[in-house]
């Protein structure tokens, strides 16, 4: 018996060794599933933060750029009602503009109409003869049909009315008619003054240059004179011609430097 208890404690031993064995390896590896599943949880969390914070910050971003959106809406609206009210001011300017010259050019029509009166008088008595010497002569011009002044300045008047109005097209139609109907009436200076800028204003350059152009080289002496060389060369400015605007108010001054379009011819070779 002590024999057989001997030989068999060394294989007893042995099982017991290996289920001990058995028994930490199986500790470990539940630890180590443990182990894995907490690090799993934790980059799960990880993860779920950074998501987070990517989220918010998206939406931050968003919202910032609404908020920009917005603000230049507010921007625009604001600017497009400056503009509209820059308009009504610039129409209401133009407006003005026209009244003031309209009623400038009755003033100083009123102011010529007597000087004209007087040189046709003087003219008249200079050429009158004696009533026995008043013979038709074969070779003497026939007279020319005389002017009604009156009708000539319902005329003037109708067309000066329609420019008035801002009715620019039937101005510029009336003011070219009536310079070709009355090419001797002491309103027909004044006529080609306006037909220019009726069609300036309809921002036709060229026809404008045409008829102040006139003005100019036909009556030089004529209140309206030094005014159509400045709207001959804010013309040429317009239509790119720079040189030729400087040279036109250099003319200007020269010319007429006593006068109001002297003035702001100065003011603009000075820029």
């Known amino acids: 018996m002590p024999g057989t208890c001997t030989g068999r404690s060394p294989a007893r031993t042995r099982v017991v060794s290996v289920a001990l064995l058995l028994a930490a390896l199986g500790a470990q590896q ?26 918010d910050t998206v939406a931050r971003g968003q ?21 509209e009210t820059l308009n009504y001011e610039l129409d209401a300017a133009k407006k003005r503009q026209q009244d003031f010259y309209v009623d400038l050019d009755g003033r100083l029509r009123k102011l010529e109409t007597p000087a004209a009166a007087s ?35 319902r005329e003037y008047e109708a067309a000066l009315n329609l420019f008035r109005a801002n009715k620019l097209k039937e101005a510029a139609t009336a003011f070219e008619a009536f310079a070709k109907a009355h090419p001797d009436s002491t309103l027909t200076p004044n006529a080609y003054y306006w037909l220019g800028n009726a069609h300036y204003a309809l921002r036709d350059c060229r026809r404008s240059l045409e008829a102040q ?22 013309c040429q400015q317009e239509l790119g011609d720079s040189k030729n605007a400087r040279s036109t108010l250099e003319a200007l001054l020269a010319k007429y430097p006593d006068s109001t379009a002297a003035s702001a011819a100065r003011q603009r070779l000075k820029k």
């Open 30 to 55: 539940a630890h180590a599933g443990l182990f894995d599943d907490e690090e799993a949880r934790r980059q799960v969390t990880d993860l779920s933060a950074k998501s987070n914070e990517r989220l």
């Open 63 to 83: 919202m910032e750029l609404a908020n920009q959106i917005q603000a230049l809406r507010d921007e625009n609206a604001r600017l497009r009602g400056q503009v």
């Open 213 to 234: 152009r006139v003005v100019g080289s036909k009556w030089p002496t004529h209140s309206k004179a030094p005014d159509a060389l400045l709207n001959v060369a804010t």
């Open 119 to 153: 040189t046709a008088a003087a003219a008249a008595g200079t050429t009158s003869r004696p009533a026995d010497d008043m013979k038709p002569v074969a070779s003497e011009t026939p007279r020319k049909v005389a002017s009604d002044p009156a009708a000539e300045t």
